[in-house]
């Protein structure tokens, strides 16, 4: 019941922040403002927030009585992955001295330690016996899934390693525009690079969680890939024109 009432509630409040931030960018990175609060740097607000997505998942795997079976482990290893990677290195290579509200950082804290719980959760206890057996990995949806996946992680990490060479070790904070692969194409490929990843996860694990994850992940990003176009196009009078949010040609 526990369980259910939390996925229920979660893609409510999905809903709502899909709508909110198509009116209210929120404040942190370069849409930072003041008037949200106590700050923290950047940084260490990242790896404060992203860290329960590391811990839960580990944990729920530790205790689960699937930790010996391939595909639970396979899971495991494409979602830490992900999130050592986001959690434990992507911070420290930032090249900024912007910094995030708390207040930013206790709700991404919030969404991480749910959003983990329903996904583990459901993957190391609540699915039933047959439902990650060792046959999943021959089936068309966990083929698909692990496509999708690689694919997302591999446009996340070249479009975010193009965002850091922009600014050189010692250059003054700044911004400029950004050039090659996708963002040929749109603003914010790093986004629609995470979009794809957990578009893979939920097609993988094939489970109302997954598919949760997918909507929040859209929810969030979508409206924020928009106002990240809206700046550039407001701060580079030389900005391409041709260039949309985070879907080539299309937003």
């Not at 206790?106 to 057996?133: K, M, V």
Request: charged share 15%.
């Amino acid at each position: 019941m526990f369980y259910y009432g939390l996925l229920i509630f979660s893609a409510v409040v999905a809903s709502a922040i899909l709508i909110l931030l198509f009116f209210i960018s929120a404040p942190y990175g370069r849409h930072h403002r003041k008037g949200w609060g106590y700050t923290i740097s950047s940084k260490w607000g990242w790896v404060i927030m992203e860290f329960p997505a590391i811990v839960i998942f580990v944990v729920l795997f530790a205790i689960s009585d699937r930790k010996a079976e391939l595909v639970p482990i396979v899971l495991l290893v494409l979602w830490l992955a992900h999130y050592v990677q986001r959690d434990l290195i992507f911070p420290f290579f930032l090249r900024t001295n912007k910094r995030m509200p708390v207040l930013i950082m206790f709700f991404g804290l919030i969404f991480q330690t749910s959003n983990t719980y329903l996904q583990a959760r459901w993957i190391y206890h609540f699915a039933n016996s047959e439902a990650y057996s060792t046959s999943w990995l021959t089936d068309s949806r966990f083929i698909i899934g692990v496509i999708f996946f690689i694919i997302g992680y591999i446009i996340n990490r070249h479009s975010d390693l193009v965002l850091r060479e922009l600014r050189k070790p010692g250059e003054k904070p700044g911004y400029n525009i950004p050039f090659g692969g996708l963002f040929k194409f749109v603003s914010s490929p790093n986004y629609l690079g995470e979009i794809i990843i957990w578009i893979g996860w939920g097609i993988m694990v094939w489970n109302w969680a997954g598919l949760l994850f997918i909507f929040w992940t859209i929810a969030n990003l979508l409206p924020r890939a928009r106002s990240h176009h809206k700046w550039y196009l407001d701060e580079f009078p030389d900005y391409p024109k041709e260039r949309k949010a985070i879907i080539p040609f299309l937003f």
